[in-house]
């Protein structure tokens, strides 16, 4: 048997050489990708466990913060490289991230809102009333809803806050009026106007932030013209002799203890409050009184306190949200002169009329102890005066001129007030 023949070596000779070379290409692959593989991470963290302990890796007490490395870009040639464009401005304060509270003292960020500081009041607009009269015949030439909204709006414009405009006078209404109707057989004053014209007004000077007063205009006077002249002559209606309070006007006065005269004023306040629900106030102003120069020398203080009273109660059992208000003369001058004792009839704001320009100081002392003061447009350079005292809670004015519209601008351009 011949000797066995013994392997001096590896082998390699009887190795495929393709497999050889394939064996060297995976070798190369890996170790050419260590990092994705995890190799490289595991040797650095455990050669030192093969190595002595003098050869250990030595390590810093302080260490330095590293650069983060850049991310690798492909070893692809055929793949661009992605143009980085700097940003054009940098932050000069970067931010600084807050500091972590407590879970339980977190609070969750609200925005922040500046508050707009209210712009001061004008002295002119802290007044509470700021009233222009409108006669009763504002209301004619057949003014449509368009116009009679303008209307309202241009006196906002002009900072007046409050409309009393005239809705009785000479002995008939400015409305059609069943109690009118039943009365004497017609509904209103010989006048045009819409049906709807003070409905209109009111609903717009509600929309725009204002009041409308309605005002009783001549209240218990009449003269030649009015449409209930020749009956209320006929029925014995009128006091006797002829009211010339103002020179160059002859007035008869109607006679509220006559029960069929005070009926009627009674039931036109209240179907008025009824009709108009939402008028902020009636009022009355000195023709509600007799002259003390009327003949007879007849004292109707008593009479006339009844009738008011009455009439003011019966308002206010249709209608408790109206005011009762009243445009006077003081109270010592309106029950001399006027027999009206009208600290005694109930109302519930007074005004003070100052039309007499003599007795401007004095009126002001008893307007004080009241709602406000009525100036003519003649006396407006008064406006001041009374916008600066802060006693005088409310300013009426009275157009005597009849051009309401002018002397509204013309209280606008002594006294101007914000928008």
């Known amino acids: 048997m011949p000797p066995k023949k013994e392997n001096n070596g590896c082998g390699c000779s009887s190795v495929p050489f393709s497999l050889i070379i394939v064996l060297l290409g995976v070798g190369y692959w890996g170790f050419t990708h260590l990092d994705n593989l995890g190799i490289s991470k595991f040797l650095s963290n455990n050669i030192g466990k093969f190595l002595p302990n003098n050869q250990q890796p030595a390590t810093s007490n302080n260490p330095q913060p590293t650069t983060p490395s850049l991310p690798r870009v492909p070893s692809v040639a055929a793949s661009p490289l992605p143009q980085v464009i700097p940003p054009k401005t940098l932050p000069t304060n970067p931010q600084v991230p807050p500091k972590t509270l407590p879970t339980n003292l977190q609070v969750s960020p609200s925005p922040v809102t500046l508050k707009k500081s209210p712009s001061p009041q004008a002295p002119w607009e802290k007044k509470e009333i700021r009233g222009i009269y409108l006669s009763r015949y504002q209301a004619t030439n057949n003014a449509d809803e368009q116009t009679i909204r303008q209307r309202v709006r241009y006196y906002r414009s002009q900072g007046i806050n409050t409309i009393i405009h005239g809705v009785w006078g000479n002995g008939c209404t400015m409305y059609n009026s069943n109690v009118m109707q039943q009365t004497f057989g017609y509904k209103s004053c010989p006048n045009q106007f819409q049906d709807q014209w003070l409905d209109w007004l009111i609903d717009e000077a509600h929309k725009q932030g204002m009041q409308v007063h309605a005002y009783f205009e001549k209240g218990i006077k009449i003269d030649k013209n009015s449409p209930i002249f020749d009956e209320a002559?006929?029925?014995?209606?009128?006091?006797?002799?002829?009211?010339?309070?103002?020179?160059?006007?002859?007035?008869?006065?109607?006679?509220?203890?006559?029960?069929?005269?005070?009926?009627?004023f009674k039931k036109i306040s209240v179907e008025f409050v009824k009709k108009y629900p939402t008028i902020d106030a009636v009022q009355w102003d000195d023709y509600l009184g007799y002259h003390a120069d009327l003949p007879g020398k007849v004292d109707r203080t008593?009479?006339?306190?009844?009738?008011?009273?009455?009439?003011?109660?019966?308002?206010?059992?249709?209608?408790?949200?109206?005011?009762?208000?009243?445009?006077?003369?003081?109270?010592?001058?309106?029950?001399?002169?006027?027999a009206a004792d009208w600290q005694n009839w109930n109302v519930d704001r007074v005004f003070i009329q100052i039309y007499n320009?003599?007795?401007?100081?004095?009126?002001?002392?008893?307007?004080?102890?009241?709602?406000?003061?009525?100036?003519?447009?003649?006396?407006?350079?008064?406006?001041?005066?009374?916008?600066n005292n802060p006693k005088i809670k409310s300013v009426l004015v009275f157009p005597s001129s009849g051009k309401p519209e002018e002397t509204a601008a013309l209280v606008k351009k002594l006294i101007p007030v914000s928008n």
């Open 357 to 387: 320009d003599a007795n401007f100081k004095q009126e002001l002392d008893y307007a004080k102890n009241y709602a406000g003061v009525a100036i003519s447009d003649k006396q407006l350079y008064r406006l001041k005066e009374l916008i």
């Open 233 to 264: 002559i006929s029925k014995r209606w009128i006091v006797p002799g002829v009211d010339k309070t103002y020179a160059g006007i002859e007035h008869y006065v109607l006679d509220v203890e006559i029960p069929e005269v005070a009926n009627l």
């Open 302 to 338: 008593a009479q006339l306190t009844n009738f008011v009273r009455q009439m003011r109660a019966d308002m206010k059992k249709a209608n408790p949200t109206v005011s009762f208000d009243l445009c006077h003369h003081n109270p010592y001058w309106g029950k001399r002169y006027f």
